[in-house]
């Protein structure tokens, strides 16, 4: 993967969302974007933590963020599940059997979006339905409760997603869902554990991150580590 200096970030930075498509860059110094198959943008294979003041990087998190997740949305979330214990997942778009023969009775999306260890919760307009579970290590996963949650969960399902916003301000994240249905993503700002508050799975076989300290990264899903 290829590292950018301060002054390519910074040029990357100046991209706005007053751009009418994610496509035409003129001006950003940086090659035009790639449609991906299946609806996906293919986006430069890039990283940062935007650099610069809170005041500098805080808006444009949010510029870069909604360009890169744009073609999302309008998608169907079409299966509501729970991986590696109680990290919330979900499914959207076209549904497809895993190539590996151990998963192959399993189905995923061409979009996946996953939570990792980041609080949550689900509501309603101001109604909260559910949230995350809290986590303790030492404690073994109750079944039965992530089967409630889950349950109410699932009314995420076949359902189109209205918006994928990240506020700058907290890093807390709001997929939208129609029914006035709302996922917020809540992390904690203290949190230097190193893991991602959550990741985007692209048709196009990429993934986004984003984590502590405004830290985004999008990259080929073949150079995960």
């Known amino acids: ?5 301060n002054l390519t970030i910074h040029r990357f930075r100046c991209l706005s969302i007053k751009i009418r ?3 035409a860059r003129v001006g950003t110094g940086a090659p035009p974007l790639q449609k991906g198959g299946k609806g996906g943008v293919k986006v430069p294979l890039l990283k940062g933590d935007l650099g610069g003041s809170d005041f500098d990087r805080k808006p444009n998190i949010e510029q870069i963020i909604s360009v890169i997740t744009k073609p999302i949305i309008g998608e169907i979330c079409h299966q509501v ?6 990290e919330l997942r979900l499914d959207f778009g076209e549904m497809s059997a895993y190539t590996h023969p151990k998963l192959a009775h399993l189905c995923k999306g061409s979009w996946q979006f996953g939570t990792r260890a980041t609080p949550w919760v689900f509501q309603q307009g101001d109604r909260i339905l559910t949230s995350s579970l809290p986590v303790d290590i030492d404690a073994e996963i109750d079944e039965v409760e992530i089967d409630a949650v889950k349950k109410v969960l699932q009314q995420l399902e076949n359902k189109e997603l209205i918006d994928f916003a990240i506020d700058a301000d907290n890093i807390s994240l709001t997929l939208v ?5 709302q996922l917020i993503l809540q992390p904690d700002s203290q ?3 190193g893991l991602p508050y959550w990741e985007l799975f692209m048709p196009t076989e ?4 984003v984590g ?3 830290f985004w990264e999008c990259k080929s899903i073949h150079e995960r580590y």
């Open 1 to 5: 993967m290829k590292h950018l200096d």
């Open 21 to 23: 498509s994610p496509l």
């Open 177 to 181: 869902f129609e029914g006035d249905r």
């Open 206 to 209: 990429q993934v986004l991150t």
């Open 212 to 214: 502590h300290g405004f």
């Open 81 to 86: 599940i729970f991986s590696y214990g109680d």
């Open 191 to 193: 949190d230097d554990s």
